[in-house]
């Protein structure tokens, strides 16, 4: 079981990205996969989840309406676009992965459950 986050960077304020966590191993579709992400100093936070089996999406309010998570079923990835970033968008975003039966905002706002973790990717807005 692996999850293998990319497409970070550096990008300047009010640019896009789209981050990647791909699954290999199991099939993301039975589980609750989300980006989540730690800035220096400061716990790991929710961004957003997403869990096909329950077609269900949660996106925390620092990105709602920036973000759009997506899942693949071909290629068994999630996607995180993320528009006009901001610097307090900058940290280290890690894609995890819970049991699909979990409840998609309680994963994903209280960092709950998550049995898999894959590496983080860097993420640095700034100008």
């Known amino acids: 079981v692996q999850l293998q986050a990319s497409g970070g960077g550096l990008v300047q304020p009010g640019h896009s990205l789209r981050l990647a966590c791909e699954a290999t191993g199991f099939d993301s579709e039975h589980y609750v996969v989300g980006w989540f992400r730690q800035a220096p100093g400061k716990k790991r936070e929710g961004v957003s989840c997403i869990s096909t089996w329950q077609d269900r999406t949660y996106y925390a309010d620092s990105v709602s309406g920036r973000a759009i998570i997506s899942r693949d079923t071909v290629e068994n990835t999630v996607y995180l676009q993320v528009n006009n970033l901001r610097p307090e968008d900058t940290g280290v975003y890690y894609c995890?992965?819970?049991?699909?039966?979990?409840?998609?905002?309680?994963?994903?706002?209280?960092?709950?459950?998550?049995?898999?973790w894959g590496e983080g990717t860097q993420v640095t807005v700034s100008s």
């Open positions: 995890g992965a819970g049991p699909g039966w979990a409840v998609v905002r309680t994963t994903c706002e209280q960092v709950l459950g998550v049995d898999f």
